[in-house]
């Protein structure tokens, strides 16, 4: 199994540009999860959907920010436009939600950078 | 509001010595725990669990305590190995949530010769 990809491995890109990170979770997972990571908040969860479906956007800073899953096999997280503040690493992961032990396999992360 | 808390940011322990490594949560309703380690440029593994029905869970090198009247759990590494060197991150969730973790802001563990 290749696990979580994620696309692209680096973003950067200037402020007010249109930014789209790629994810295309374990086969066979029903849940995914979209996570940013910065120094002063660690991992903070943004969205999340369970059979395609968004359960939980509470974590989206603002209206910039949007996330689909269009199929059980691929998800995008878009900001539009991108500020400097947004720049951090930019994780997806995958779970089968429905056993106990709801195990998240995470991607390697977008390192985005806004300048 | 932060519902799961690392207060220690970073952690040095020696080659051999045993490395606790410390998380506390504010949320009751959480009843399932894991640690994730980290190394740089990579995301997150998972390590280790523990269900609120018991108060430890042990996996090889690795223990994690629960003490659920602190809520408070640890994660005991022995003995410490340099490729041990990562960031931890304690993260909770309440079974049956589809898997919804929060997680604590991680701290780095450095294992030195």
């Known amino acids: 199994d290749a696990g979580v990809i994620q696309s692209p491995r680096h973003e950067v890109t200037e402020m007010g540009q249109e930014v789209t990170l790629r994810c295309k979770p374990i086969?066979?997972?029903?849940?995914l999860f979209w996570y940013r990571q910065t120094m002063m908040r660690g991992l903070e969860l943004l969205i999340y959907?369970?059979?395609?479906?968004?359960?939980?956007d509470s974590g989206m800073p603002e209206d910039r920010f949007s996330a689909k899953m269009p199929n059980a096999s691929f998800s995008t997280l878009k900001i539009q436009p991108s500020e400097p503040r947004d720049s951090a690493v930019y994780f997806c992961?995958?779970?089968?939600?429905?056993?106990?032990?709801?195990?998240?396999?995470f991607g390697p992360g977008t390192r985005l950078l806004v300048l | 509001d932060q519902q799961v808390k690392q207060n220690s940011p970073s952690l040095s322990v020696q080659e051999g010595r045993i490395s606790i490594l410390n998380c506390d949560y504010t949320n009751s309703m959480f009843d399932y725990f894991l640690w994730y380690k980290k190394y740089p440029a990579e995301g997150p593994t998972f390590l280790i669990s523990i269900s609120s029905i018991k108060d430890k869970n042990e996996d090889g090198r690795f223990t994690v305590f629960l003490n659920k009247s602190a809520k408070h759990l640890s994660l005991h590494i022995v003995p410490s190995q340099p490729g041990d060197s990562a960031v931890y991150f304690c993260?909770?969730?309440?079974?049956?949530?589809?898997?919804?973790?929060?997680f604590g802001t991680g701290t780095r563990l450095q294992v030195t010769l």
């Open positions: 086969s066979g997972h029903n849940s």
């Open positions: 959907f369970n059979n395609n479906v968004p359960i939980d």
């Open positions: 992961a995958s779970s089968f939600s429905g056993s106990h032990q709801e195990t998240q396999y």
């Open positions: 993260a909770a969730t309440i079974t049956g949530t589809a898997s919804k973790l929060t």
